[in-house]
């Protein structure tokens, strides 16, 4: 019930394509969903997060898609770029210090 | 401002020794948190502070895993007796209970 389940694995994108990335969770206690780009060598970094008050969220080229009932976020990359190629983590907490994190997407973004 | 800190970015480090890798999170932070990346995969929680205090050490592998927190402030992950298996990035992150975690780059550990 803790686990947040993402997809795909991997994905690659042409330039200017829209990337999607899937996550599915159990427990109706999260409350804040934030996704995480990292790229190689670097820690993880805050993109874009969401509360089940709201079914999207968009800030440029990023958005949420929030599926309460359904239990299902997603994010969209607009027009990716080959600078958007990283690795993304969608993570879910309940609101406590504690954040369950997806297995991680790698995205890259062919030229 | 600043961001997390960590040091040193990289260790290599020969089996059976120990380690020490250090976290200086983001000022006024009360929560901090310690995560395994090992290649390729997700993010493994070791153990979360509040304060000084750990409420949360379930993720630490093994009694090889210790960690402790002074001042609020900086913490410090040690591994003793270190295994091939430990070989992973040691990711740190601050922020405040239930919002946004903030990471640092991260200690990249070779055991050989």
């Known amino acids: 019930q803790q686990q947040v389940k993402q997809s795909p694995q991997s994905l690659i994108v042409q330039k200017g394509g829209i990337s999607i990335i899937n996550c599915a969770y159990e427990n109706t206690a999260f409350d804040y969903f934030p996704w995480y780009q990292q790229f190689p060598g670097k820690g993880p970094a805050l993109l874009i997060a969401?509360?089940?008050?709201?079914s999207e969220k968009k800030e440029g080229r990023f958005t949420i898609s929030f599926n309460k009932s359904a239990k299902q976020f997603s994010l969209h990359i607009m027009d990716s770029q080959p600078g958007d190629s990283a690795t993304y983590f969608c993570a879910a907490s309940p609101g406590t210090y504690k954040y369950i994190f997806g297995t991680g997407t790698r995205l890259k973004v062919l030229a | 401002g600043a961001g997390v800190s960590q040091s040193p970015s990289n260790k290599v480090t020969e089996k059976g020794k120990d380690v020490e890798l250090r976290c200086d999170p983001i000022?006024?932070?009360?929560?901090l948190y310690w995560y395994r990346q090992s290649l390729g995969q997700g993010l493994e929680f070791l153990i979360y502070?509040?304060?000084?205090?750990?409420?949360?050490k379930s993720g630490l592998p093994s009694d090889r895993f210790s960690a402790e927190r002074t001042g609020g402030s900086v913490s410090t992950l040690t591994i003793q007796r270190t295994q091939q298996e430990d070989s992973a990035v040691y990711l740190c992150a601050s922020g405040e209970t239930g919002e946004t975690q903030y990471f640092g780059p991260g200690t990249r550990l070779l055991v050989l």
């Open positions: 000022s006024g932070h009360t929560a």
């Open positions: 502070f509040q304060g000084n205090s750990a409420p949360d």
């Open positions: 969401i509360r089940p008050d709201v």
